[in-house]
């Protein structure tokens, strides 16, 4: 009997250990928002950028908007900690700061390649890796940076960039270290090459919408059970036109989030019209969705 009992215990143990193992370490990992804004002057916020501390190192940057190297170096971040970046797309406010961080970089003890992932090319837009070269390329308009991209002579590491496949449907996995991986979908957004991420790091995830309408209908699926889905609020419920064709409205959000049944939405890449109606942009979605919203602010820090 006792026997019985004690191998049972062992059983119940083991279970519990290993749902223990896939559930989110809540303690170690954080999301930090470096910028919350879009590409307006006057919204007085930086432009989109986000970071995920994982053991009190900031290990993953997500976009690179103007401002976002300055919150980055506020926040106590150490570039020598980054894993990788990785670009929603390549629009001015999500990627105008990379020549800062790589030039602010020489400043700083790092020495180890950073992976750099973003879309592919379409007809507007260039790839990651072609948008890198001509920053920081042989003949690009930093070529006195060209160490950081072609060779290692005048430079400390390389700036490796990776070109997310724009196909439909289908999602890619970069290792980023043993234990962080980033997931990549391709989205609409209007005619410009972009995709979402979804970074898993101790049993934890946080997806990032990045710009985009929701015309492909992919994110619930690539949110599913996410810990966290960030999810850009540029335009109000009666968007029309151009806005409309790039960005997803507070219904589309709330039909997202419940679908994928996240277990928390952070509302973020705010615009001038969006910022002044925060509390009917709430109301829209609580409608659908129950879970806690958080409204982004630059420099915020949000618990898992
Ligand atoms: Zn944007």
């Given at each position: 009997?006792?026997?019985?009992?004690?191998?049972?215990l062992?059983?119940?143990?083991?279970?519990?250990?290993?749902?223990d193992?896939?559930?989110?370490?809540?303690?170690?990992?954080?999301?930090?928002?470096?910028?919350?804004?879009?590409?307006e002057?006057?919204?007085?916020?930086?432009?989109?950028?986000?970071?995920?501390w994982y053991?009190n190192?900031?290990?993953?940057?997500?976009?690179?908007?103007?401002?976002?190297?300055?919150?980055?170096?506020?926040s106590?971040?150490k570039?020598?900690?980054?894993q990788?970046?990785?670009?929603?797309?390549?629009?001015v406010?999500?990627?105008?700061?990379?020549?800062?961080?790589?030039?602010?970089s020489?400043?700083?003890?790092r020495?180890?390649?950073?992976?750099?992932?973003?879309?592919?090319?379409n007809d507007?837009?260039?790839?990651t890796?072609n948008?890198l070269?001509?920053l920081?390329?042989?003949?690009?308009?930093?070529?006195y940076?060209?160490?950081?991209v072609?060779?290692?002579?005048?430079?400390d590491y390389?700036?490796?960039?990776?070109?997310?496949?724009?196909?439909?449907?289908?999602?890619?996995?970069?290792s980023?270290t043993?234990?962080?991986?980033?997931?990549?979908?391709?989205?609409?957004?209007g005619?410009?090459?972009a995709?979402?991420w979804?970074?898993?790091?101790?049993g934890?995830?946080?997806?990032?919408?990045?710009?985009?309408?929701?015309?492909?209908d992919?994110?619930?699926?690539f949110?599913?059970?996410?810990?966290?889905?960030?999810?850009?609020?540029a335009?109000?419920?009666?968007?029309?036109?151009?806005?409309?064709n790039?960005?997803?409205?507070p219904?589309a959000?709330?039909?997202?989030?419940?679908?994928?049944?996240?277990?928390?939405?952070v509302?973020?890449h705010?615009?001038?019209?969006t910022?002044?109606?925060q509390?009917?942009?709430?109301g829209?979605?609580?409608?659908k969705?129950?879970?806690?919203?958080?409204?982004?602010?630059?420099?915020?820090?949000?618990?898992?």
């Amino acid at each position: 009997m006792f026997k019985k009992l004690s191998i049972l215990l062992s059983i119940l143990l083991l279970v519990c250990t290993n749902s223990d193992a896939n559930q989110c370490q809540t303690a170690q990992v954080k999301l930090q928002v470096l910028g919350s804004g879009g590409p307006e002057l006057d919204d007085g916020r930086n432009s989109s950028g986000y970071l995920i501390w994982y053991k009190n190192k900031a290990r993953v940057l997500i976009d690179t908007g103007s401002g976002s190297s300055i919150e980055f170096g506020r926040s106590g971040a150490k570039i020598e900690d980054l894993q990788g970046i990785l670009l929603t797309h390549l629009h001015v406010d999500h990627s105008a700061d990379l020549p800062a961080f790589i030039k602010g970089s020489y400043f700083t003890s790092r020495n180890s390649d950073l992976s750099l992932y973003g879309p592919g090319a379409n007809d507007l837009m260039p790839s990651t890796s072609n948008y890198l070269q001509r920053l920081l390329g042989d003949k690009g308009a930093f070529a006195y940076l060209k160490g950081y991209v072609n060779k290692r002579t005048d430079a400390d590491y390389k700036v490796v960039a990776t070109d997310v496949p724009l196909i439909k449907g289908q999602s890619f996995n970069y290792s980023l270290t043993k234990d962080i991986l980033a997931k990549s979908t391709f989205v609409h957004h209007g005619p410009v090459a972009a995709v979402a991420w979804r970074v898993e790091l101790a049993g934890c995830s946080i997806v990032f919408s990045g710009d985009m309408s929701n015309q492909f209908d992919v994110l619930s699926a690539f949110a599913k059970n996410a810990d966290i889905l960030v999810a850009n609020n540029a335009v109000p419920d009666n968007a029309s036109g151009a806005a409309l064709n790039l960005h997803m409205t507070p219904s589309a959000i709330a039909k997202i989030a419940q679908k994928a049944q996240v277990k928390q939405l952070v509302l973020s890449h705010f615009m001038n019209r969006t910022l002044k109606i925060q509390k009917e942009t709430q109301g829209i979605i609580r409608a659908k969705y129950r879970g806690p919203i958080q409204l982004a602010t630059d420099g915020l820090i949000v618990n898992l």
